[in-house]
């Protein structure tokens, strides 16, 4: 390698361990998990308008619709996505608080924190169970 | 809200009616991405409502037609067409927006960040004019 490479490549240097040793806490957890359901819930949209094509053309696109909406995989889709809406949801509204200037301290975020997710665990669960029931599923 | 008023400070007026500053347009979409999730939860509250009181639609062992007949029974009314058009365009607003942040964030070759963007942007757009599009065809067909 000559010396003009040399120089424009900059020398991998190592880093400090930072991800995988700093302590996970209710803060930094939830703030990603807020992300991570974000991005699920827009891979859940494209299944839903998915299934409004499905609806519209009706026939055979339906049927094959169906079958995977009420197959295991089908249910294990959609309660992940129902989850993920009611944590995306709590945790977007402790967002708007924070946004207003409201319940910025450590333990008042904290408190929040867990009341969302208690809360999302709660509803999707109970909501689930509501909805699989009249389904006759349970 | 106390947030406004310290902000002006640091902004001369015509800096502020032309939007400058270093974040340019990105309080913008900071605002946006707000005011969809304000309105995706009016309209999600509304749906989940909705959808939960449909009873059985599509369990198992029903024939596809019948599942069929009931899914268009509850297009059938005006308010569900509309909530589901609201829906459509708000989850892919709120979402192409959010995913911006994320692309940003993550990816930092200039052309494959500008490509995703892009993609996500527009396929995100292609999403919602689709999903309205088939909304409207099940309430006036069905």
Redesign the interface.
């Known amino acids: 390698m000559s010396e003009k490479e040399n120089k424009n490549q900059p020398r991998e240097r190592p880093l400090s361990p930072h991800i995988g040793i700093y302590k996970p806490q209710i803060t930094s957890v939830l703030s990603i998990t807020h992300?991570a359901t974000?991005?699920f819930?827009?891979l859940g949209?494209?299944l839903?308008?998915y299934e409004?094509?499905a609806?519209?053309l009706?026939g055979e696109i339906?049927?094959c619709y169906?079958k995977f909406?009420?197959s295991k995989i089908g249910y294990i889709v959609a309660f992940l996505w129902v989850s993920a809406?009611f944590y995306h949801?709590l945790n977007?509204?402790r967002h708007?608080f924070w946004?207003?200037?409201k319940g910025l301290e450590i333990t008042t975020a904290r408190k929040t924190g867990w009341l969302v997710v208690i809360l999302s665990l709660t509803a999707s669960i109970t909501?689930f169970l509501?909805?699989m029931k009249?389904?006759?599923?349970v | 809200m106390s947030c406004c008023s310290k902000k002006s400070e640091f902004r001369s007026d015509i800096a502020k009616a032309k939007g400058l500053g270093s974040a340019k347009s990105g309080s913008h979409h900071w605002l946006m991405q707000r005011v969809s999730a304000i309105g995706l939860l009016i309209t999600l509250i509304w749906m989940v409502v909705s959808i939960a009181t449909i009873g059985d639609i599509y369990h198992g062992g029903q024939s596809p037609d019948d599942a069929h007949a009931k899914a268009l029974m509850w297009f059938s009314s005006p308010s569900n067409t509309l909530l589901c058009i609201f829906f459509v365009i708000g989850m892919f607003y709120h979402g192409a927006l959010g995913l911006q942040v994320v692309i940003e964030d993550y990816v930092h070759k200039k052309c494959l960040k500008m490509a995703m963007l892009i993609g996500v942007k527009l396929t995100c757009f292609a999403a919602t004019v689709i999903g309205v599009f088939a909304t409207l065809s099940i309430y006036f067909k069905g």
Not at chain 1, 134 to 137: C, D, I, M, Q
């Open positions: 992300r974000g991005v819930l827009l949209a494209f839903f308008v409004l094509v609806v519209a009706g339906f049927d169906v909406a009420t809406l949801m977007g509204i708007i946004d207003m200037g909501l509501y909805m009249s389904w006759g599923v």
